[in-house]
Every structure is written in structure tokens, then in C-alpha cells.
């Protein structure tokens, strides 16, 4: 059984919390109703308002692992309220979420200005300010003018002291996955006889195979997002601001691995990977990371240690995701076909392996590093 996470909060964080629960299972009127609940009792200026005013919740599109609501009060002084985004962790999260970790970073990230203000938690999920902007498509996140500003955040977030353990927790939380995944049983049996084509032990061999390499490489160990995909990424045009949002699997790991994730998800949930970036490209989010503001000044020898290290962990990436989306399948609630999703990038990671690991080993051969 999960912890409420508003146990979990250290109440020195000075924010409110109650033990309310959004069941997203239920219809649209009966968990509009729990969504009340929880605003009540966690957002005093809303609470006087909320028994004369009515309630206005709209669904945000986002990633597969939670439920994102935007709710705002409505009437003549509702509108002197801002919004507010209510997340409700999907059932069973913690198999593949830290939650104790998350905790721990939340208020050094909103401190520094990174993703939406924690307002309150309740025992499923939390209520954060809300963030005036679109979320962008995976089609949007190599265009010329956005590339810029995505690079420069990423790099803002790389560069933040995050107190803690610096340990890079990639492989830690792989072999957690492989743990997790390995000894699943589903209820319907086309799942169960998918899932009973997996070698598990395969999977542990390559995982072994590219951490041993990956201990060569030397990437450097930031505070990194690990999941920088379109649905965590917003703009607001008005403003001409890039925000980063969704902090969940955010840890210590290698610098390489957050930007060789993000350029994995230009593909989108599809896995469409005639979408990865080409070198061209990849040098031009490299120029405005290495550089923020003046991006000429990046050398050629930097962008090509840049390049060889992030296509490295691109490998790293499919195989996070692709384990991951097997536990997935067995306890997430969404709608989403995991099994197929973990088919397309555990193919995908086996099809590039031996092109991306020539590049690993002709890089580490010439001794740049």
C-alpha cells in the first residue's frame, strides 16, 4: 500500500497538507466533487468563495502517468484568483516514482524559479500555481526559436545545487525497474503472454554491458529532469519564456542522459526515431546548452565530446523507458498500450546499439577524455 504523500511532507516546508483523496477512476461530476474538497481545504482564499461560486475543472493533456487539472473559480471575485493545476498521481506510481526523493528537491527547484510553486499536497497528488503557456508537441521542440531556450533551461537546471547525495541514480533506479518487472503476473492473459516473451536475463546483460562502458565516459553528474519531453515543456508566447514542469523523476544522473532523453523524445509516444535530431541539429542545442547567449563560442571539440557523450546514453534512455513501461503495464490505470511502447524502444535501443557503440568506443579510443 502507498504512503499518503502528505505524510510524507516534512512539515518544515510550512505547506499546507491534508489526507483528501481524488479518486480519478470516477466520473467526471463525482471527482469534481473530490477536487473541490481537496482546493477547500488546502487553498484558504478559495475557501469562502468556493460555497457561492461555481468551480470550473478542464483536463490538461500531458504525459502517461498522471492526471493534470486546471481549476479556477468562476464568478466576480473568482476571477481575482488565480488558476490553480491539480496533479493526482496515478495509481500505483511509486513502483516507478520516488516520492521521497521528489519531496526532497521540490523546494529548491520552486526556490529557484523552476516549474509551477507548491501551493499544498493531499494524499494522491498536490495543488500548484498555475502556468500560463502551451505545452508543446514533440513537433515543436526542435524548431529554430524554441531550441534556444530549451537548451539555456536545461542548462539553468544543470547548474543547480541540489542538496544531498550526488550519486547519479540512473542504473540504481534501472536495476530497481528490472526487479519490479521481473516477477510480474497480469490478469488478462494476452498481456501475460506478451509479457512472458521478455528475457529478463537479456535485458540485465545489456543493462550490465553499456553501465560498464558508461563508467569510462566521464559525464559530468548534475541535478538532472529525466524526463524531458514535450508534455514537460511550456511556453508562453506573450512572455517569450520557456518553463520545465514535472519534477517527479528528477534526480542526480549523468548530464549526458537528460539531453540524450530529451532528443529521444522528439519521436514522440509513437516512437517515431526518424525524428531523432541529426548531428547538425544536435550541435545546434548543444551550441545554446554550452553556451547560453552566445553560442558561437562553443568549440568544435566541445560539441563533438557533447555529441559522442549524449548519443552514448541514448542507449541508457531507451532501456529506463522501456523497463519501466513493463511495471507500467502491470499496475498503471491509463489507458496506454505499455507493452507495446516497451517493444518499440527496447527494438529501438537494439536496432542503433552497434552504430552508437562504434561512436563510444572510436571516442573513447582517441583519449579525449
Not at 523552476?114 to 501551493?119: R, S, V
Request: with cysteine.
Amino acid at each position: 500500500m502507498e504512503t499518503s504523500f502528505a505524510a510524507r511532507l516534512d512539515s518544515s516546508m510550512g505547506v499546507p497538507m491534508c489526507d483528501l483523496c481524488v479518486d480519478t477512476t470516477l466520473p467526471d461530476s463525482a471527482l469534481n466533487l473530490q477536487v473541490r474538497g481537496v482546493c477547500k481545504a488546502l487553498l484558504r482564499r478559495w475557501a469562502d468563495d468556493m460555497d457561492v461560486l461555481s468551480l470550473s475543472i478542464t483536463k490538461i493533456s500531458g504525459g502517461i502517468t498522471n492526471m493534470l487539472l486546471k481549476v479556477e473559480l468562476e464568478g466576480e471575485n473568482g476571477s481575482q484568483l488565480p488558476p490553480v493545476t491539480v496533479r493526482v498521481f496515478g495509481p500505483n506510481t511509486d513502483a516507478v516514482i520516488d516520492r521521497d526523493r521528489e519531496l526532497q528537491a521540490m523546494n529548491y527547484l520552486s526556490q529557484a524559479g523552476f516549474g509551477a510553486k507548491l501551493l499544498g499536497v493531499f494524499a494522491n497528488g498536490m495543488v500548484q500555481s498555475f502556468i500560463f503557456g502551451a505545452t508543446l508537441e514533440p513537433r515543436d521542440m526542435p524548431k529554430t526559436e524554441l531550441v534556444p531556450l530549451i537548451a539555456a533551461e536545461v542548462r539553468r537546471l544543470h547548474e543547480l545545487d541540489i542538496p544531498g547525495s550526488k550519486e547519479p541514480q540512473l542504473w540504481h533506479d534501472i536495476y530497481k525497474f528490472i526487479d519490479r518487472a521481473s516477477g510480474l503476473t497480469f490478469d488478462d492473459s494476452k498481456k501475460q503472454k506478451q509479457y512472458e516473451t521478455i528475457s529478463f536475463s537479456s535485458i540485465r546483460s545489456e543493462v550490465e554491458e553499456i553501465k560498464e562502458i558508461s563508467d569510462t565516459i566521464g559525464a559530468p553528474v548534475v541535478f538532472a529532469h529525466n524526463d524531458l519531453l514535450s508534455g514537460n515543456l511550456m511556453f508562453n508566447k506573450e512572455e517569450g519564456k520557456l518553463y520545465i514542469i514535472d519534477y517527479e523523476y528528477g534526480s542526480h544522473s549523468y548530464r549526458g542522459y537528460d539531453i540524450a532523453n530529451h532528443f529521444n523524445e522528439y519521436a514522440g509516444f509513437e516512437c517515431d526515431y526518424s525524428l531523432y535530431p541529426s548531428k547538425d541539429k544536435q550541435f545546434h542545442f548543444f551550441r545554446h546548452y554550452l553556451s547560453p547567449g552566445n553560442p558561437e563560442k562553443a568549440t568544435e571539440r566541445e560539441l563533438e565530446d557533447l555529441y559522442a557523450e549524449c548519443n552514448f546514453f541514448s542507449l541508457a534512455s531507451h532501456m529506463y523507458w522501456a523497463i519501466w513501461a513493463i511495471v507500467q503495464a502491470r499496475f498503471s490505470t491509463i489507458d496506454f498500450d505499455y507493452l507495446a511502447y516497451f517493444y518499440l524502444r527496447f527494438d529501438e535501443y537494439k536496432k542503433c546499439k552497434e552504430e552508437v557503440l562504434s561512436l563510444t568506443h572510436n571516442y573513447l579510443a582517441s583519449g579525449r577524455i
